[in-house]
């Protein structure tokens, strides 16, 4: 089991790495709206399908660990 629970550290880990790399992608376009006020409709689009990528990718990566809620 130990190998298991590596395995699943391992995952998390990268998961964590993952969500902090769209965070920061985000948060640049973000400042980039402050910057340039005339492109802001532009720099909102790019914002939104990066939060809906980001959306997908969390949910087709399936769990590792099962899920704890009862039916």
């Keep these: 089991m130990n190998w298991l ?3 699943y550290e391992q995952e998390r ?3 964590e790495i993952r969500a902090l790399q769209y965070a920061a992608q985000v948060n640049e376009l973000l400042a980039q ?3 340039h006020k005339g492109n802001s ?3 909102r689009r790019a914002v939104g ?3 809906v ?3 997908e990718r969390l949910q087709d990566t399936p769990s590792l660990k099962p ?3 009862k039916p």
């Design 5 to 7: 629970n590596a395995r």
């Design 13 to 15: 880990h990268q998961d």
């Design 33 to 35: 709206t402050n910057k």
């Design 41 to 43: 409709k532009r720099v």
């Design 49 to 51: 399908s990066k939060l």
């Design 53 to 55: 990528a980001w959306g």
């Design 67 to 69: 899920s704890t809620s």
